[in-house]
């Protein structure tokens, strides 16, 4: 069935430093890849997505690419600020009509002041 | 947010009980999710429902059944209730027209 694997599963950045996550996916029908960011006790939240027609898109300090031929699509999160510490998860979607949302394992960023 | 309502937001139920969580909506979509959340695991696929009375089953079904009897309510039980079940329930609506997902604030249960 559909998998989606994120690495890593905790990072932790110096503020003002970078920081990527990874992610790959296995059904090469999905057709669209959300980011979400989730605070402790809190719901997810979307933070940026992309399409399959699009390999990068940028919104401020976050931006996303995908590579649909090796399946996999990252999260760039520059200048990155001790606000920005949480939980991650990268999520894929079939073309199916079911629109699945298949997530990964999730990252826990944390931003150290 | 959105117009979806989880309940009840925390429950403690004892080993064996039945268990029955709400989403309800407001916005009249036709897709809607039940996820669970465990650490090292995300979010894992439940049940989902693409319309009325229509559903099916995702990656961790096993012992849970939902019922869609109307478009604003998805109902997820648990039959009988295992220490394994504990955890956080989250239900979803989508995708919208631009593919965007809800989420509710979440169901804390815990089994006793």
């Known amino acids: 069935g559909e998998n989606v694997e994120q690495h890593p599963s905790t990072l932790s950045v110096q503020e003002g430093d970078s920081a990527v996550i990874k992610c790959t996916y296995s059904?090469?029908?999905?057709?669209?890849f959300p980011w979400y960011k989730q605070e402790l006790g809190k719901r997810p939240q979307l933070i940026i997505d992309i399409r399959s027609n699009v390999g990068e898109k940028k919104d401020q300090r976050i931006a996303v690419t995908l590579n649909k031929t090796a399946k996999h699509f990252s999260l760039h999160i520059t200048e990155t600020q001790p606000e920005d510490s949480a939980v991650y998860f990268c999520?894929?979607?079939?073309?199916?009509?079911?629109?699945?949302?298949?997530f990964g394992q999730g990252t826990t960023l944390q931003v150290k002041p | 947010d959105a117009g979806i309502t989880q309940s009840p937001r925390h429950k403690v139920t004892e080993t064996g009980t039945p268990v029955t969580l709400r989403c309800h909506q407001t916005e009249n979509h036709r897709y809607m999710y039940w996820y669970r959340q465990d650490p090292g695991h995300g979010l894992r696929l439940i049940h989902y429902?693409?319309?009325?009375?229509?559903?099916d089953k995702g990656e961790v079904s096993d012992g849970y059944s939902v019922s869609r009897s109307k478009t604003e309510d998805f109902l997820l039980t648990l039959e009988s209730a295992t220490s394994s079940q504990t955890s956080v329930y989250f239900c979803?609506?989508?995708?919208?027209?631009?593919?965007?997902?809800?989420f509710g604030s979440g169901t804390r249960l815990t089994v006793v």
């Open positions: 999520a894929a979607v079939s073309s199916g009509n079911t629109g699945k949302l298949i």
């Open positions: 059904d090469s029908a999905s057709n669209y």
């Open positions: 979803a609506l989508g995708p919208t027209g631009n593919y965007g997902y809800t």
């Open positions: 429902s693409y319309g009325v009375k229509d559903t």
